[in-house]
């Protein structure tokens, strides 16, 4: 039985990977930003955002390919306000400088479709709180960081020299990486999908 991750992100990859997952990577040729267009002017919380933006993708693939599908999202949430990937290094910069010295969730969810349907789905809400860091600083990280500030949402990678801006991070890792992977890895499990 094929498990396909409907995902181009590279560390969504590297997590499966050294989990010792078998899988195919098949992008998911959805309209993200139409999407999350949709879905916010319907008054979805993040949360729910998140979620239905992972589902639109395993199903998006589930239709096309035969095998388990995996499609995940994340989104950060600054009170009631979602902040999406920035599209600048100028924006990366207005991002951390309104996250310096507060409190974010970074939401991660992962939807698992087979053969058109849902069968499996799960949320995590990682508590994360950057520092007050200097505005020197913040130039040296956008420097160092360079083209991965891009990348994802918040202008971080945890993984990285990202984890110099932070001062408390309350969750699960792997989800603040961007896949609840210890939840799904059961999944594979129960459906005979990996090793038990």
Do not use: C, N
């Amino acid at each position: 039985m094929t498990v396909i991750l409907a995902s181009q992100s590279r560390i969504r990859r590297q997590m499966l990977e050294a989990a010792g997952v078998r899988f195919d990577v098949v992008v998911a040729h959805v309209d993200e930003e139409a999407a999350k267009a949709s879905l916010r002017s319907e008054g979805l919380s993040p949360r729910d955002q998140a979620d239905a933006l992972a589902e639109l993708k395993a199903l998006s693939v589930s239709q096309r390919h035969t095998g388990y599908v995996i499609g995940a999202d994340q989104m950060l949430a600054l009170d009631a306000e979602t902040l999406d990937k920035p599209k600048s290094t100028a924006e990366a910069r207005t991002h951390l400088s309104r996250l310096r010295g507060r409190s974010h969730e970074l939401i991660s969810a992962a939807v698992v479709a087979h053969e058109g349907a849902v069968l499996w789905r799960h949320i995590e809400t990682p508590r994360l709180r950057m520092r007050a860091f200097s505005d020197a600083f913040l130039d040296e990280y956008l420097t160092q960081a360079g083209d991965a500030a891009l990348h994802s949402v918040g202008a971080y990678q945890l993984e990285g020299v990202g984890a110099q801006l932070f001062e408390r991070v309350e969750g699960d890792y792997f989800s603040v990486l961007g896949l609840p992977l210890l939840p799904l890895l059961a999944f594979l499990r129960q459906h005979g999908l990996m090793p038990a």
